[in-house]
C-alpha cells in the first residue's frame, strides 16, 4: 500500500492532490492521507482495523504543516470519528449510519479494511470533462461482510470535495438499512454560526442566521418532490463569529439530492458540532438485496477564508462548470405567458407576444400553462395533465403554427409542460389509475385543483411515459428551444401500486431513482435543448437534478421587493447563470405591491433577466425603459452570468439597504447593483464600500436604466479600485424626475470598466 500511495506523490508531486503522511517513527501503520483542491485540505486518519478518524478541513496544507503532521505528537490534531455507525461503539451520540443485518443484529463496527487514492479524470452529470483525486476508504465490520465504501473527490480546478458512501451486501440475504446518511463533517466548537434556510410558496430561500449551542439542530423536508420549498438542504458555518460576507473562515456543506432529506448539527458534551446530512430516513428504511449496493447522494463541500460570499464563488465557479447545462453559454432573454394570459392560450395571443418580445430585443418566447387537452381542456387547473396534446380549440394550426410564427418574429420558441402529475379529470388517469401514487386500499388523496395526483416514478412504464412527453414533443417539432419542466404537487399520501407491500418504504427515494433516470435518458438523447427547472417557483433548486437542467426558477412571487430576499439566499449556494428572474406588472399579481418599472427592471437584471408580463397592456413609456433594460443587460451579460459575486450589504440587515455586484475573473468589468428597500423622512444609509476590484486599476462609471433629469456625480468619473474599495460612491435616496413621477421607490445599477 505504500509504495502505491508513493508512486501517486511522485507523479502528482506538484499537481492536484493526494498526499499520504507517515509518522515514520511510530510502530503503528496509522497514515494520515491528505486530499486538496487549489486552495483546500482535508486530512484523515487511517488505520486498518480502527475506525477512520477526522483530522483536518480548511485552508490548504502547506508544506512544512505537513511535515509537523507527522511528528509523533499530534495532540493540535482532531481524532473524531468520520463515519460514526449505530451499535458497537455509538449508541449515545448521532450516527451516519445503521442497519439490521440478516440475523437481526442491529449492532455495526465500521473498522477501515482498505484504502487506496488515484487521480480521475471522468465526466461531471452536466457531461463535462472533470479531474481530480479520489480517495477510497472501505469498512468493514469484523462480524458481517458487507462492506462500506466512504469516496471524498477533491476536484483539481474547483475548491470543492465531493463526499459519498457505497454501502454492499455481502450477507445470506436482505438486510435493512435504517440510517444511511452521505457524510458527517466535525466541526470545531466555538463562536460559531450557521446560516440556513426556510421558506414557503413564494417566499423561497428566507435566510436565518444563529449561533450553533448545546443540542440538536435539524433541517429537513419531507415533501416527496420539492425538498427546496421549506428549508433548503445547504448550509454554511461562519467559524469565527457572527456570519460576515466577505471576511472570515466559512465551511460549505451542500447535500445534493433530489428528494426528502435530513440535515443533523449535533452539539454533545465533546469539542466540536457534528454535520451528518443525507436522506431522510423517516418512513424510507432501505430493503437491501443480497449483492445489491445501495449509494448515496453526495455532499459538496468547501472552505473559504473570503467569509460567505467567498463560500458563494467557490460553489459558483463549480457549478458553472460540472452542475449546470450549457453553463459556458449566454443565457436568452425571454417573455413567458403565464402572468400576461394565464390559461388564456389562444394562436393569435402567442403570436403578439412573440412580437412583442421581439420589438423590445428579447429572444425567446415561451408558451405556458394552458396549450393542452382534447377530451378534457385546460382551462383552469382542474383537468388535463397527462394529456399532452395541443387543444385544437385554442392552437388550431398546432406547435407548427406556433414555431412558424416564432420564425416569423425572429424569436426562439419554449414550452410548459408538467409531465410527472396528472389529473383524475384526464384521459392518462382513466386509462392509468394504477400508475398514480396512494396508500393501498385508500381513496387518493388530490392536490392543486382539488384533482391533482403524482405518478408514480418507481414505476418503469411510468418512466417511459414522462421520457415520451419529452420524447414526442422534440421529436415531432425538433425547433423547440426551451421546455419549462414544472412540479406542482407534493407526495400527499404515502404508497406505491407498483412496489411490493414488503417495500412500500422504498417509495420516496425509488421515486427520485427514477426520476434521475429520466433526466438521464432526456440528455442522452436532447443534449442541446435548454430545460427550465421549476417546482411550484424555487422547488427544485438542488444540485441533484440540475445537472441535467440548465436553470430554475426562483420562485413563482415576481413582486421585486421580496425578490431581492430571495435572491439574496439563492445565491449562497446557486450562481446568477442559473436564477430566472423577470420583470412583472404591477400591482404585483402575487402581493399586490406596486412597484416602479425601473426597481423591477433592476431587481431583475441581477439575475438571468427575462419578463412575465402581458407587453400589450404597457404603455409606451414602459416599452421603452424595458426595451433599454434589454439592451443594457445585454452589454453587461457576461459579467452577471459568468462573473464572480460580491454580497456587499444584506437586505437583512435592517437598515433597508441591499448592494451586491459581479465582477469578472480579470476584473476588468464589473456590475454595481444598490437597492433602498424602504423609504423614512431624515434617512441615513450606509455608504457601499465595493469589492474584488483591482485597487491598482482606474475604472469609469456609468449608470443603467437611468431615467433621471440630471446624471449621477459619479457618472463618467474615473476612480481607483482602491477608492471604490475603501469609499464607496455616495448615491441619492431618491430619484430626480419630474415632480408627477416621484415615488418612495430608489435603485441603481451601475457598470463599472476598467480604463
Not at 436482505?174 to 466541526?187: E, K, N
Amino acid at each position: 500500500m505504500k509504495k502505491d500511495i508513493h508512486s501517486v506523490l511522485s507523479r502528482h508531486k506538484n499537481s492536484i492532490v493526494t498526499t499520504v503522511l507517515f509518522a515514520a517513527s511510530l510502530p503503528v501503520m496509522a497514515e494520515k492521507v491528505e486530499i486538496h483542491t487549489p486552495n483546500n485540505s482535508l486530512v484523515i486518519e487511517l488505520n486498518k482495523g480502527k475506525e477512520p478518524q477526522f483530522v483536518y478541513y480548511g485552508t490548504r496544507l502547506t508544506e512544512h504543516d505537513r511535515q509537523t503532521l507527522q511528528e509523533p505528537s499530534t495532540a493540535n490534531w482532531s481524532h473524531l470519528q468520520l463515519y460514526p455507525a449505530y451499535g458497537a461503539n455509538h449508541t449515545m451520540s448521532e450516527t451516519a449510519f445503521a442497519m439490521r443485518h440478516y440475523d437481526g443484529n442491529m449492532s455495526t463496527d465500521l473498522l477501515v479494511s482498505d484504502y487506496g487514492v488515484k487521480a480521475i479524470s471522468d465526466k461531471a452529470p452536466n457531461n463535462k470533462d472533470r479531474q481530480g483525486t479520489l480517495l477510497t476508504i472501505t469498512l468493514r465490520d469484523n462480524l458481517y461482510p458487507s462492506p462500506v465504501h466512504l469516496y471524498y473527490l477533491a476536484y483539481k480546478d474547483a475548491d470543492i470535495i465531493e463526499c459519498w458512501t457505497d454501502i454492499e451486501n455481502k450477507e445470506k440475504g436482505t438486510v435493512t438499512l435504517s440510517q444511511f446518511y452521505s457524510s458527517c463533517m466535525p466541526i470545531r466548537r466555538g463562536d460559531v454560526y450557521v446560516s440556513h434556510f426556510h421558506g414557503s410558496w413564494a417566499a423561497e430561500a428566507q435566510l436565518t442566521e444563529e449561533r450553533l449551542n448545546n443540542g440538536m439542530m435539524v433541517i429537513k423536508n419531507k415533501d416527496g418532490l420539492r425538498n427546496a420549498t421549506t428549508d433548503r438542504q445547504e448550509v454554511m458555518f461562519s467559524l469565527d463569529g457572527k456570519a460576515r460576507e466577505n471576511e472570515g473562515d466559512v465551511i460549505g456543506a451542500a447535500l445534493m439530492y433530489s428528494g426528502n432529506y435530513r440535515v443533523n448539527i449535533d452539539t454533545d458534551d465533546t469539542e466540536y458540532h457534528y454535520y451528518i446530512a443525507g436522506i431522510n430516513p423517516d418512513n424510507s428504511e432501505y430493503h437491501l438485496r443480497k449483492d445489491e449496493i445501495f449509494t448515496t447522494p453526495r455532499v459538496a463541500y468547501t472552505f473559504s477564508d473570503q467569509g460567505l460570499s467567498g463560500a458563494s464563488r467557490n460553489y459558483h465557479r463549480w457549478a458553472r462548470s460540472y452542475q449546470l447545462r450549457h453553463a459556458d453559454k449566454e443565457r436568452d432573454i425571454l417573455l413567458n405567458s403565464w402572468e400576461g394570459v394565464y390559461f388564456d392560450i389562444n394562436q393569435k395571443g402567442m403570436d403578439q407576444m412573440m412580437s412583442d418580445i421581439a420589438s423590445l430585443g428579447g429572444e425567446l418566447f415561451v408558451m405556458d400553462d394552458g396549450w393542452f387537452g382534447d377530451k378534457y381542456p385546460r382551462d383552469v387547473d382542474n383537468s388535463s395533465l397527462g394529456d399532452w396534446v395541443v387543444d385544437k380549440r385554442k392552437l388550431p394550426e398546432g406547435i407548427d403554427g406556433l414555431l412558424r410564427d416564432a420564425k416569423k418574429n425572429g424569436v426562439k420558441f419554449g414550452i410548459w409542460v408538467e409531465p410527472e402529475m396528472t389529473n383524475t379529470k384526464s384521459e392518462l388517469y382513466e386509462k392509468h389509475p394504477d400508475w398514480v401514487i396512494k396508500a393501498p386500499g385508500r381513496e387518493p388523496v388530490t392536490g392543486r385543483g382539488g384533482t391533482q395526483l403524482v405518478l408514480d416514478l418507481s414505476n418503469p412504464k411510468v418512466q417511459d411515459f414522462v421520457f415520451g412527453v419529452f420524447d414526442e414533443l422534440l421529436t415531432k417539432h425538433p425547433a423547440i428551444a426551451y421546455i419549462k419542466w414544472d412540479s406542482n404537487a407534493p407526495v400527499m399520501n404515502h404508497g406505491s401500486q407498483y412496489l411490493s407491500m414488503t417495500n412500500q418504504s422504498h417509495l420516496y427515494i425509488d421515486y427520485h431513482k427514477g426520476l434521475i433516470k429520466v433526466c438521464e435518458r432526456i440528455r442522452a438523447k436532447y443534449p442541446d435543448v435548454v430545460i427550465q427547472d421549476c417546482a411550484s417557483g424555487g422547488g427544485r433548486a438542488n444540485y441533484a437534478l440540475l445537472p441535467y437542467f440548465d436553470e430554475f426558477w426562483v420562485s413563482d412571487n415576481t413582486d421585486a421587493l421580496q425578490r431581492i430576499f430571495m435572491q439574496w439566499g439563492t445565491s449562497y449556494f446557486f450562481p446568477a447563470i442559473a436564477m430566472a428572474s423577470h420583470i412583472s406588472a404591477t400591482p404585483n399579481h402575487q402581493t399586490f405591491r406596486t412597484i416602479p418599472l425601473k426597481f423591477r427592471c433592476d431587481v431583475a437584471m441581477s439575475g438571468r433577466l427575462g419578463m412575465e408580463i402581458q407587453p400589450k397592456n404597457m404603455t409606451d413609456e414602459e416599452k421603452a425603459l424595458c426595451k433599454q433594460a434589454i439592451s443594457d443587460y445585454k452589454n453587461i451579460r457576461k459579467v452577471v452570468q459568468f462573473g464572480d459575486l460580491y454580497r456587499l450589504h444584506s437586505p437583512y440587515s435592517g437598515d433597508n439597504l441591499a448592494s451586491l455586484m459581479y465582477v469578472t475573473e480579470d476584473k476588468n468589468d464589473a456590475v454595481f447593483y444598490w437597492y433602498k428597500t424602504e423609504t423614512f423622512v431624515n434617512q441615513h444609509l450606509p455608504r457601499v464600500k465595493m469589492r474584488g476590484l483591482d485597487p491598482e486599476k482606474k475604472y469609469t462609471i456609468h449608470e443603467l436604466n437611468s431615467i433621471d433629469n440630471t446624471p449621477l456625480d459619479c457618472e463618467g468619473k474615473v476612480y481607483t479600485g482602491k477608492y471604490l474599495m475603501s469609499n464607496g460612491l455616495e448615491l441619492p435616496y431618491k430619484h430626480s424626475v419630474d415632480y408627477h413621477k416621484q415615488n418612495d421607490w430608489s435603485s441603481r445599477v451601475l457598470q463599472i470598466k476598467s480604463l
